[in-house]
């Protein structure tokens, strides 16, 4: 079944560490995206990519970093995390054109004590 | 950045009336889109409504798009417990921009 994973749900950790979110789709899109949402709030763009090789930042600054090596993986790493890192990450994909439904993942909440 | 504010923050209603929320947005678009999302998890999509058209119906939803005044509105009848989300729309200009969405509670 086609689908767009993501882990863990749920992260709880101390400040400084390095930690990825991992997150997979098996619908074999192009575009793939990282979102950032606190409890309530909108949904900001903090990265995406087009394809294999390709990784941009989006609106919202970061200081995470993203890969994408094969098609259907699309990670994301905090070098090292913060309390203000704390929040809601949800990966998402679509097929081009890139202006058609997003398929989103269930999310990653973050908490960095 | 924000594109699209929806309007209002929050609704309560009771199940079995209308829910409307309403989307405005600043730029030309090249689409509409609807997407739900329950408390925690991820976001579905609902439906999309492109630049050129004024309505579109899709189940128990219905969305209306002008132009001319840069908004759209989401209709859901006949409610139910069920559609208790957060309701967002999304504008495509360049890339996808999100609001802050409008949280809807229907009342059993």
């Known amino acids: 079944e086609a689908d767009i994973y993501q882990t863990p749900r749920y992260l709880v950790i101390g400040t400084g560490k390095k930690i990825t979110l991992e997150c997979s789709q098996t619908?074999?899109?192009?575009?793939m995206y990282w979102y950032q949402q606190d409890p309530g709030m909108e949904l900001h763009l903090i990265h995406y990519?087009?394809?294999?090789?390709?990784?941009e930042k989006g609106d919202l600054s970061s200081e995470s970093t993203v890969s994408r090596i094969r098609t259907e993986h699309f990670p994301l790493t905090l070098e090292s995390a913060r309390p203000s890192h704390t929040s809601q990450y949800l990966c998402?994909?679509?097929?081009?054109?890139?202006?058609?439904?997003?398929?989103f993942g269930p999310g990653t909440r973050l908490t960095v004590l | 950045s924000q594109q699209g504010e929806e309007d209002p923050q929050a609704l309560s209603i009771q199940e079995g009336e209308n829910a409307t929320m309403n989307c405005s947005y600043k730029t030309s678009i090249n689409n509409l889109q609807w997407y739900r999302q329950n408390s925690g998890r991820g976001l579905v999509h609902l439906i999309l409504i492109r630049s050129n058209e004024r309505e579109k119906h899709s189940g128990r939803l219905r969305v209306t798009l002008d132009t001319s005044k840069k908004s759209s509105s989401l209709l859901i009848t006949a409610s139910r417990a069920a559609d208790t989300a957060s309701y967002f729309c999304?504008?495509?200009?360049?890339?996808?921009?999100f609001g802050a969405g409008t949280r809807l509670t229907v009342k059993p």
């Open positions: 999304a504008t495509f200009d360049n890339d996808m921009r």
């Open positions: 619908m074999g899109h192009d575009k």
């Open positions: 990519s087009y394809g294999v090789n390709s990784t």
């Open positions: 998402a994909s679509s097929e081009f054109p890139d202006w058609g439904e997003q398929f």
